[in-house]
């Protein structure tokens, strides 16, 4: 099984739909973050998280939301999803000592 | 304002040559510095570091150098290998300043031909 598990992989869903992407990690580690991956953008991130209780806003959180339900656990929600949120979506994870993320494998979302 | 620089967007090399890949930083508060690479469809994975107290690491065949004078890193890739393909990311990082998340450029595309 992979350290840094994201669920769906891929997503096509409408516009003004909520989803949520998901993210779980066997890692330990206490950080997780949110990235969000556009052509010539680079990774910009949206969220991220230190431990339970201490959640923040990276780059460009507007329009996305997060929950950290357990060390394990974070998931990125989209209230009511636009078109220009269609982006590869990645969750990593770090022990915040050696600045090193381990990445998930990404989610396609594409909002028509 | 982009803090972390990859000024060139694709990077064509023929095998067994060696790949040379950019960086510039403008925050002079970064003192760890990363390439990592991604294959299409996986996630970005570590590939080098480098802390700021540095001016070289190297790993097999892959070295990094760092300029602090200039605020400029490179990936040196010797000899470069077809499986090489992929695009490469900068990261720096300040522990102080952003709490040691990572800030990335927007990546360079090296392809390796054979």
């Known amino acids: 099984d992979a350290d840094v598990t994201q669920t769906p992989r891929n997503r096509i869903t409408k516009t003004g739909k909520r989803i949520m992407l998901e993210c779980s990690q066997t890692k330990g580690h206490d950080r997780m973050y949110w990235y969000r991956q556009d052509p010539g953008l680079g990774l910009r991130l949206i969220y991220y998280?230190?431990?339970?209780?201490?959640?923040n806003k990276g780059e460009i959180s507007d329009g996305y939301s997060v929950s950290r339900q357990a060390q394990a656990k974070f998931s990125l929600s989209l209230e009511s999803a636009i078109p220009n949120q269609t982006a590869l979506y990645f969750c990593a994870t770090s022990t915040g000592r050696n600045y090193g993320y381990t990445f998930g494998s990404g989610t396609r979302l594409t909002v028509v | 304002d982009q803090q972390v620089k990859q000024n060139s967007p694709s990077l064509s090399v023929q095998e067994g040559r060696i790949s040379i890949l950019n960086c510039d930083y403008t925050n002079s508060m970064f003192d760890y510095f990363l390439w990592y690479k991604k294959y299409p469809a996986e996630g970005p994975t570590f590939l080098i570091s480098?802390?700021?107290?540095?001016d070289k690491n190297e790993d097999g065949r892959f070295t990094v150098f760092l300029n602090k004078s200039a605020k400029h890193l490179s990936l040196h890739i010797v000899p470069s290998q077809p499986g090489d393909s992929a695009v490469y990311f900068c990261?720096?990082?300040?522990?102080?300043?952003?709490?040691?998340?990572?800030?990335f450029g927007k990546g360079t595309k090296l392809s390796v031909k054979p």
């Open positions: 990261a720096a990082s300040s522990f102080g300043g952003s709490q040691g998340n990572l800030i």
């Open positions: 480098i802390s700021s107290i540095k």
């Open positions: 998280s230190f431990d339970v209780k201490d959640i």
